[in-house]
């Protein structure tokens, strides 16, 4: 079950780093909780399929182009661990990000029901009790 779960996450980042909001919403519960890591506010929560959509339409006009690039999986069962990157262009001054990002994505019967990303990785690896 696990190694499906690493899956649906993979397939949850690639529908992330291509802007499809709807991809990404296929692959979650109806009552997903999503606490973003670069939101306008740090750590604010989108909720459900709406929710998805509100925070990938804050992304698309803030950013030209916006990537998660997933560096590192850690498999715990029904939570995954993802290590990487943000890469983006901000959208008029064109300001670049990089900045780390580490995302803990819990999942039930097949789906995300609440993903967490932190811009520090030891904070994300705390969070599931894991150290480096």
């Given at each position: 079950m696990s190694q499906e779960n690493v899956e649906i996450v993979r397939r949850a980042i690639d529908a992330f780093s291509r802007g499809d909001a709807d991809a990404f919403a296929d692959l979650a519960t109806s009552d997903l909780e999503w606490t973003t890591g670069l939101g306008a506010i740090e750590g604010e929560t989108f909720r459900g399929r709406e929710g998805v959509g509100a925070?990938?339409?804050?992304?698309?006009?803030?950013?030209?182009?916006?990537?998660?690039?997933?560096?590192?999986?850690?498999?715990?069962?029904?939570?995954?661990?993802?290590?990487?990157?943000?890469?983006?262009?901000?959208?008029?001054?064109?300001?670049?990000?990089?900045s780390p990002v580490g995302a803990v994505w819990e999942l039930r019967r097949a789906q995300i029901w609440r993903l967490r990303a932190y811009l520090d990785l030891t904070k994300a690896l705390k969070a599931v009790g894991l150290e480096e």
């Open positions: 925070y990938f339409a804050q992304l698309g006009s803030a950013w030209d182009s916006f990537v998660f690039i997933a560096e590192d999986f850690r498999d715990l069962g029904k939570v995954v661990v993802v290590l990487g990157r943000l890469e983006g262009r901000g959208r008029g001054g064109g300001v670049p990000v990089n």
